[in-house]
């Protein structure tokens, strides 16, 4: 009976390790949660001119940009992630490509630009999230 317990008792003890451990090894990769850090940043940050009507053509492109640049790294932040996850990361990073090139000069023009990045971000999160 006594040698029962301890058997159960050691597996117990290794499967809540085995937990720990896997949790451990997915935080050690900040990137995939870093990408998404920037981009929402990002964003925010333009949805926020749009709303105070401060919507600089010159800091609207660098946002734009820099929002492109971030989606380059979701790919292989995300490697290993299922085909429809990429797919739907390539649209957004092509809607970003054309966004950036857009360089909207007042608040309606950047609020149609980021409309659809918002749309694509959107598609992918209520899909993996």
Same mark, same amino acid.
């Given at each position: 009976? /006594?040698?029962?317990?301890?058997? $159960?008792?050691?597996?117990?003890? =290794?499967?809540? =390790? @085995?937990?720990? %451990?896997?949790? *451990?090894? /997915?935080?050690?990769? #900040?990137?995939? !949660?870093?990408?998404?850090? $920037?981009?929402?940043?990002?964003? +925010?940050?333009?949805?926020?001119? $749009?709303?105070? =009507?401060?919507?600089?053509?010159? *800091?609207?492109? @660098? /946002?734009?940009?820099?929002?492109?640049?971030?989606?380059?790294?979701?790919?292989?932040?995300?490697? +290993?992630?299922? #085909?429809?996850?990429?797919?739907?990361? =390539? !649209?957004? /990073?092509? @809607?970003?490509? +054309? *966004?950036?090139?857009?360089? #909207?000069?007042?608040?309606? %023009?950047?609020?149609?630009?980021?409309?659809?990045?918002?749309? *694509?971000?959107?598609?992918?999160?209520? !899909?993996?999230?």
């Amino acid at each position: 009976m /006594r040698a029962a317990l301890l058997i $159960v008792l050691g597996l117990a003890i =290794g499967i809540i =390790g @085995t937990v720990f %451990a896997m949790n *451990a090894l /997915r935080e050690r990769d #900040p990137l995939p !949660k870093a990408v998404m850090n $920037v981009m929402e940043h990002h964003i +925010g940050e333009l949805k926020q001119a $749009v709303k105070r =009507g401060q919507c600089e053509a010159a *800091a609207s492109h @660098t /946002r734009l940009q820099q929002m492109y640049m971030a989606s380059l790294d979701v790919e292989p932040a995300f490697a +290993g992630t299922e #085909p429809d996850f990429l797919a739907l990361a =390539g !649209k957004l /990073r092509e @809607t970003l490509h +054309g *966004a950036a090139q857009a360089v #909207p000069a007042d608040c309606p %023009a950047l609020e149609a630009t980021i409309k659809p990045v918002l749309q *694509a971000c959107h598609d992918c999160h209520q !899909k993996y999230d």
